[in-house]
């Protein structure tokens, strides 16, 4: 090493004696990515430096992350010799309060690299991907750089590609295992309001003996998720331990997927999908079947509907959908059945956690006025899961399925798995305020907007407040008359009501023909 | 309008007296995007609304913003009747402490339509450009959606939508108008060390007496740019109405555009092409293009630098970038002369502002050490700029230029900006610190890494402190000894230092072959 002319040590001396700063945690949680507060004079790093590259290195001990930098002037929040760090941030680098932390530009992660090769038309290999998947795990990059990459996969993915990702993605996170085998699983694309069937399916599946330990996700952009719905009957916000323990009793659950981090890499892209309304076959290909995976599910029944305002939108599409479904869970292990199902209506009647979960009891409990089409689809999706149980021939499930729902087998194991996952953290009475959305002619339901019919159930408050919803009155095909209700909105907070109203004047959602 | 049945005024009652906040100044700077801060128990919008959409619109008096949303869990900081506002926002919204400010979940802008329709493949017209320009200025997008909307716009761009960006970002920013014509101006799409011709050919063509507004940029990723180096001399940091100013008195200025806003809408898009490393020929175009068309430039001279380590890498690259440039340039009716120049190694010999405003002065007062290649590009350059003007024939331009310099006029022109615009508020001295890096063997220099030189330059602390650079000894085609030093390194603080001198041993940025 050439000695420096000034008595500086080289490289390898005090080089890596960064200047520290001491942690101060701040009651901030910035819901998304790694955010650092540093103060305007920072004896570490001037932010000024920080305007165009925007990204830290953070270190505290033996952990590292990349975060965002916001620049303060109050020293009382955050002073020269202080880091802020917002919750989040605070817990992924395990520190206490004052303790030493160090930072320095970041150098972009290489991973990023694949982004770019990506952008200008590269085929991405499997390294790539895990590279990707293990810095999207870590946290490393920013939202912006997480929306460059997704954006990059959209253009054009090969099936390779997809798989690869799927891969990588489960590569980088838990995976569970269960003693039992097959382990089988029921999923649904989504997009149909209503169409609670998995709550109907586990109890049966479960009653039957096969082991059905289902993870969902909570409503992001719909009324209301399966985690939704189960919380109005019971808890859904278990750990892995917990998990286990209901599954074990029970030999199924229904709990919300949050707590359990079975692919963290998804969980980061899917927290950026999810604003920017990406919603490409390839990522739903390798987010849908990582989790799967990861679960240490054997067997999948796939429910794909189809209708003009579903996500799929026509039969070719579902069939390429299908086909890319397929060639990824057969290299992965995973066997798959495939349900191209009618998505031109919502399902049952009910659209908002509450609602929803009456048809289910209504279903399970073979009452009168229980949806039809509720029932006969989750009989339809349970029969193929049962089928996964080899002694079982073609056809048979379906049977079987109805025979477990109609001698009340079905219903008591719900109640068994509602006891064992503990009971409903919520109030989930059906909100107090009622609007009726009155036919604008009479003549007959020719349609249903579903996106719409989403739309005005979030807006009268689910799934945050779990009795709010639409309960409708019709289905395609029924003749109405002028004035007569088509649906009722519920809500409880005057606001939300008036906002929901308000948009079902504008379009409420059906297409009525004289 | 329906009744509703609970007694609610319907939409157009008191549907817009949406709940109130209290505006609560934070001294808090984002940098980037707008941000607002809710308390966890936020009286207007329960924050766990925000996870999925995480866009609210903010609105107090007659003026909108969309943000995205933290979450504070210290009431002292933000209470439940609160919103929390960031300096940049606090400002945009024009409200003073305590001021009624009202959110609501944001409905996404029309515009991130034409995003999407983007990514799958459409090609946007005039209106849709427009939309998208419009928005991005009011900061209407959040830096997730800008970064889609570059990578939609990096898989593929056709001309005709490079010109419509081009004159949309025109049509949402301010546009100076100038007594005199022409108004010419130059400038390069960067790229090369040193390189700083501006400072010399601005002063040459404002004493030949054309009028030259230069507006440039400070250094993001670079060891300098433009504006950093004349702040050496002057003050860079002036509003309009001083620029005018100067502008009367001189015919000429160099000031940092920052405080012009020029193109608010591409002010935006390059605050996320930075950090993402995003740099495509038609983002390139529109964002030249449009910034010269506000500045009332009628004639614009542009470098273009082809080399193995420059942005363009080779002459058909070069060609197909000036073709682009000149089909936007004519259309907008700007008079356009793209010059490729030589980008396979630094120009000059300083990199950095202070060693390069060294040079910049060298070759003005026409010193015997003045590094030639500067000169001789700054010559060549100004000649160009300066046959914009009517009156002079083709080729004798460049005998002005000349004749300009020799005679001292250019170097009194420079002090009579530099008196204009004021006194340098930087300290400039060169850095204490120096190591000089050696040759690894003897023979001649083969090639240097343009990006390297420039990281190893950033390194020693250029721009922020002006004084750190590094000092080139040689050109290619020299010969060395081994042990001789190529360059020196300069900079004032030692861990900055340091850290150049590692990365220097690592890879010097030049080639010697034996």
Redesign the interface.
């Known amino acids: 090493?050439?000695p420096?002319?000034?008595g500086?040590?080289?490289?390898g001396?005090t080089?890596d004696r960064?200047?520290r700063l001491a942690a101060r945690p701040?009651?901030?949680?910035?819901?998304?990515e790694n955010v650092v507060?540093l103060s305007?004079d920072c004896t570490a790093l001037?932010p000024?430096?920080?305007?165009?590259?925007?990204?830290v290195e953070v270190r505290a001990g033996d952990r590292s992350l990349l975060a965002?930098?916001?620049?303060?002037?109050?020293p009382w929040?955050v002073g020269p010799d202080d880091i802020g760090l917002?919750?989040p941030l605070f817990h992924r680098l395990g520190v206490v309060t004052g303790d030493p932390v160090s930072i320095a530009p970041a150098h972009?992660p290489e991973s990023?690299d694949h982004v770019?090769s990506k952008?200008s038309g590269a085929t991405l290999n499997q390294d790539q991907f895990n590279s990707i998947a293990r810095d999207l795990a870590g946290h490393r990059w920013?939202?912006?750089?997480?929306?460059?990459f997704?954006?990059?996969c959209?253009?054009f993915m090969t099936p390779e590609e997809t798989l690869s990702l799927t891969r990588a993605m489960v590569s980088v996170g838990g995976r569970l295992s269960w003693s039992h085998s097959p382990v089988v699983d029921k999923h649904c694309i989504g997009g149909i309001p209503g169409n609670r069937t998995s709550l109907i399916v586990v109890p049966i599946v479960a009653a039957h003996g096969l082991t059905m330990p289902k993870t969902s996700s909570r409503?992001?952009?719909s009324p209301a998720g399966t985690a939704d719905t189960m919380e109005v009957l019971a808890k859904v916000d278990l750990d892995e331990a917990q998990m286990r323990n209901v599954v074990e009793t029970c030999g199924a659950c229904v709990i919300w997927g949050g707590r359990v981090n079975l692919s963290p890499a998804d969980d980061v892209l899917i927290s950026?999908e999810?604003?920017?309304?990406?919603d490409t076959a390839d990522q739903m290909v390798a987010s849908i079947l990582s989790k799967k995976i990861a679960a240490g599910s054997t067997h999948l029944v796939l429910d794909v509907p189809v209708g003009p305002s579903a996500k799929v939108r026509d039969l070719q599409a579902a069939h390429n959908l299908r086909r890319l479904f397929e060639y990824v869970a057969s290299r992965i292990g995973l066997s798959l059945k495939v349900m191209i199902t009618d998505g031109s209506q919502p399902i049952g009647r009910g659209v908002g956690p509450a609602l929803e979960a009456r048809d289910v009891l209504a279903v399970l409990e073979s009452r009168a006025d229980a949806p039809r089409d509720l029932l006969e689809k989750a009989v339809r999706l349970a029969g193929q899961v049962i089928e996964a149980d080899a002694a079982m021939g073609i056809g048979q499930g379906e049977v079987r399925a109805r025979q477990l729902l109609a001698d009340g087998s079905a219903r008591r194991k719900l109640d068994q798995i509602i006891e064992a996952q503990g009971p409903s953290p919520v109030d989930s009475r059906l909100g107090?305020?009622?609007?009726?959305?009155?036919a604008p002619k009479s003549g007959r339901v020719e349609a249903f907007d579903c996106r719409r019919i989403a739309a005005i159930a979030r807006m009268a408050g689910a799934p945050?407040d779990p009795g709010a919803g639409l309960d409708l009155l019709f289905k395609v095909g029924d003749t109405v008359r002028a004035g007569e209700p088509l649906y009722r909105i519920h809500g409880s907070e005057?606001?939300d009501?008036?906002?929901a109203?308000?948009a079902s004047?504008d379009d409420c959602g059906l297409t009525v023909t004289a």
Chains 1, 2 share one sequence.
């Open positions: 090493m050439n420096a002319p000034d500086l040590p080289g490289r001396g080089g960064a200047p701040l009651a901030l949680d910035t819901i998304r507060v305007r001037r000024v430096r920080l305007l165009g590259l925007r990204r965002s930098p916001m620049i303060c002037d109050d929040l917002p919750q972009p990023l770019r952008i920013s939202d912006m750089e997480v929306a460059a997704l954006m990059a959209a253009s409503a992001i952009t950026v999810r604003p920017l309304s990406i107090r305020r009622v609007h009726e959305v009155p945050d005057p606001t009501v008036r906002y109203v308000g004047e």
